[in-house]
């Protein structure tokens, strides 16, 4: 594992609901990455972060807000869950941004009710 | 538009035998395409990668090759073994500084 951790691992949600997932790296890498992943959609970029306080939007960020204060955390909140939101949401760290290698951590299991 | 095309959906092969996995794409302003294994309850794991300059690469029994003009590439295992099986995603970016992930392939080795 590349010293990436995510919580909760698991979380059941109902509708309307905020949720905030966290992503812990001791690599201190830069960029940071949240995908979630979907029957029949593979992985889908969110959100993604190039340094503290920098942050850029994905592929499907609708619904979605990001922070990061300090380089080794990288928090994906849904302000308001929808059943649309559940998924397996993944984080990723890269030393080098998109073109190298991403570490990804062990994923978060969202179910929102 | 930023599309990648991934076939086949599962796939499989006996144990010892070859396995192909094809990408395609609509793009040609790409420089970089990974290769990632899932296994089951994991996050997706980098097992190769090529860079646009190049044609083919090879680690031991994995192998991946660009075509560049004819716009797609591919993923290669050779003497397949039970541990490969798993769910295999391409990725490509876009030059958008983004990367572009296909919808993946269930492999499964049948001892």
């Known amino acids: 594992d590349a010293g990436i951790t995510q919580s909760p691992r698991h979380k059941v949600t109902e509708t309307g609901t905020p949720v905030t997932l966290r992503c812990h790296q001791t690599?201190?890498?830069?960029?940071m990455y949240w995908y979630r992943q979907d029957p029949g959609h593979g992985l889908r970029l969110i959100h993604y972060?190039?340094?503290?306080?920098?942050?850029d939007k994905g592929e499907v960020s609708d619904g979605y807000s990001v922070s990061r204060s300090k380089t080794e955390d990288f928090l994906l909140t849904l302000e308001s869950a929808t059943s649309s939101q559940t998924s397996v949401y993944f984080c990723?760290?890269?030393?080098?941004?998109?073109?190298?290698?991403?570490?990804f951590g062990p994923g978060t299991r969202l179910t929102v009710t | 538009g930023e599309n990648v095309e991934q076939h086949p959906s599962t796939l499989s092969v006996q144990e010892g035998d070859s396995a192909v996995i094809k990408c395609t794409y609509s793009?040609?302003?790409?420089?970089?395409f990974p290769w990632y294994k899932q296994e089951l309850g994991k996050g997706p794991q980098l097992i190769i990668d090529?860079?646009?300059?190049?044609g083919e690469k090879k680690d031991q029994r994995i192998a991946v090759t660009l075509n560049k003009t004819a716009k797609h590439f591919s993923l290669h295992i050779t003497e397949t073994q039970p541990e490969d099986s798993a769910v295999y995603f391409c990725?490509?970016?876009?030059?958008?500084?983004?990367?572009?992930f296909g919808t993946g392939t269930r492999l499964t080795i049948i001892p």
């Open positions: 990723a760290i890269s030393p080098g941004g998109t073109l190298y290698e991403q570490y």
């Open positions: 690599e201190n890498h830069r960029y």
């Open positions: 972060s190039y340094g503290v306080k920098d942050t």
């Open positions: 793009d040609s302003a790409s420089n970089y």
């Open positions: 090529i860079r646009s300059n190049v």
């Open positions: 990725a490509m970016d876009f030059g958008n500084e983004k990367l572009t």
